[in-house]
Nanobody, 125 residues
Framework: VQLQASGGGLVQAGGSLRLSCAAS????????VGWFRQAPGKEREFVAA????????YYADSMKGRFTISRDNAKDTVYLQMNNLKPEDTAVYYC???????????????????WGQGTLVTVSS
């Protein structure tokens, strides 16, 4: 499956952005789709994930309440709605898909087999 991430940009602190991750080549069916982010000089970190089958969602603690992950079955697209953005949210955001990702490993980069190219989010203060 090929993933195409989009929706990044420059936004002021307190603003919102919605990122999209579209699948091509095959559907997201049976996959877990996650969003990760990587700031300059830092490791890639887990943001949120959604089970395509069932729609269960999971979030990193620091994102709960501000970020919402969702899916559109008809469009084979996963979204990340980001509200009340802060300068520390500045990063390249990646979407990824994996099979057989158990709950305790949702934040593990190596569990995701397919990655999008990343989209840059810059939050100004």
């Amino acid at each position: 499956v090929q993933l195409q991430a989009s929706g990044g940009g420059l936004v002021q602190a307190g603003g919102s952005l919605r990122l999209s991750c579209a699948a091509s080549g095959r559907t997201f069916s049976s996959y877990t789709v996650g969003w990760f982010r990587q700031a300059p000089g830092k490791e890639r970190e887990f943001v949120a994930a959604i089970r395509w089958s069932g729609g269960n969602t999971y979030y990193a603690d620091s994102m709960k309440g501000r970020f919402t992950i969702s899916r559109d079955n008809a469009k084979d697209t996963v979204y990340l709605q980001m509200n009340n953005l802060k300068p520390e949210d500045t990063a390249v955001y990646y979407c990824a898909a994996g099979l057989g990702v158990i709950t305790t490993t949702l934040g593990a980069v190596e569990m995701y087999h397919y990655w999008g190219q990343g989209t840059l989010v810059t939050v100004s203060s």
